[in-house]
């Protein structure tokens, strides 16, 4: 993706590579495939850098057609990165957050990784914390048993 080569995120991807010890191999429709990452940061299997997708993996195993979902929620970050450049970095983690926040996992209300689909990136749909709930009967947010009343 050219984009990501003008805005500079591919250069990272490939350095994030390159000191993770993988090796760089070409991928498709412009994507870069970094296989054998070492590094323990960060723990999943697949990661995106601008148009570099890193993973501890081979080239071959995500590339095979059986991991085609992987592939394309992959190249969905690249092409967010296209989009945000260097700032798809801070909008990431803000998202990673605020999915924190309400569920306990970084993925499932992170708009990327819901826009890139949740199902085909590995993550699975998390339900809110009970805070965040909301009764059915009233629309008011649930309390933990116990807790004093508002008035």
Same mark, same amino acid.
């Given at each position: 993706?050219?984009?990501?080569?003008?805005? /500079?995120?591919? %250069?990272?991807?490939?350095?994030? %590579?390159?000191? /993770?010890?993988?090796?760089?191999?070409?991928?498709?429709?412009?994507?870069?495939?970094?296989?054998?990452? =070492?590094?323990?940061?960060?723990?999943?299997?697949?990661?995106?850098?601008?148009?570099?997708?890193?993973?501890?993996?081979?080239?071959?195993?995500?590339?095979?057609?059986?991991?085609?979902?992987?592939?394309?929620?992959?190249?969905?970050?690249?092409?967010?990165?296209?989009?945000?450049?260097?700032?798809?970095?801070?909008?990431?983690?803000?998202?990673?957050?605020?999915?924190? %926040?309400?569920?306990?996992?970084? /993925?499932?209300?992170?708009?990327?990784?819901?826009?890139?689909?949740?199902?085909?990136?590995?993550?699975?749909?998390?339900?809110?914390?009970? =805070?965040?709930?909301?009764?059915?009967?009233?629309?008011?947010?649930?309390?933990? %048993?116990?807790?004093?009343?508002?008035?």
């Amino acid at each position: 993706m050219k984009r990501n080569a003008v805005n /500079g995120t591919t %250069a990272v991807g490939l350095a994030v %590579a390159v000191l /993770g010890g993988a090796k760089l191999r070409r991928g498709r429709d412009g994507i870069i495939v970094a296989e054998g990452y =070492r590094r323990r940061v960060p723990p999943a299997t697949c990661f995106t850098v601008g148009s570099v997708i890193i993973t501890r993996r081979s080239a071959d195993w995500l590339l095979h057609e059986d991991r085609a979902g992987l592939f394309d929620h992959e190249r969905a970050h690249a092409r967010q990165y296209a989009l945000l450049g260097p700032f798809f970095w801070p909008a990431y983690w803000v998202a990673c957050g605020y999915s924190w %926040a309400l569920t306990g996992c970084y /993925g499932t209300r992170n708009v990327f990784e819901r826009r890139a689909g949740l199902a085909r990136g590995g993550y699975a749909e998390r339900p809110l914390r009970p =805070r965040f709930t909301r009764s059915p009967a009233t629309g008011s947010r649930s309390r933990d %048993a116990g807790s004093p009343s508002p008035r």
